[in-house]
Nanobody, 125 residues
Framework: QVQLVESGGGLVQAGGSLRLSCAASGRTSSVYTMGWFRQAPGKEREFVAALRWNYGITYYADSVKGRFTMSRDNAKNTVYLQMNSLKPEDTAAYYC??????????????????WGQGTQVTVSS
């Protein structure tokens, strides 16, 4: 079992930046891909970004491409989501996920079996 703990959410004005962190503990060797998903009130959970842990390859939703960057720190078993040029439509609860996802699609939340508790991001206009 892998435990995931997110941090870094908050309130920011449109155009601002935030960096989310997700620290993994437990059986981290069983995680091949880490992902970020978000869910706004009344909407379904949607894919934001994914990272193949061993290769550092990243994938992004079209809505965040060019604005968000996912990265990792192997020594800390932590992944990050740097969010720049934030927009009000980025407002959501952001969830970190991990799983044995070895091939695409990486944007299917059902393929991830470990989830964090979520961190709220609110972007004001």
């Amino acid at each position: 079992q892998v435990q995931l703990v997110e941090s870094g959410g908050g309130l920011v004005q449109a155009g601002g930046s935030l960096r989310l962190s997700c620290a993994a503990s437990g059986r981290t060797s069983s995680v091949y891909t880490m992902g970020w998903f978000r869910q706004a009130p009344g909407k379904e959970r949607e894919f934001v970004a994914a990272l193949r842990w061993n290769y550092g390859i990243t994938y992004y939703a079209d809505s965040v491409k060019g604005r968000f960057t996912m990265s990792r720190d192997n020594a800390k078993n932590t992944v990050y989501l740097q969010m720049n040029s934030l927009k009000p439509e980025d407002t959501a609860a952001y969830y970190c996920a991990g799983g044995v996802v070895l091939y695409s699609p990486y944007d299917d939340s059902r393929r991830y079996d470990s989830w964090g508790q979520g961190t709220q991001v609110t972007v004001s206009s």
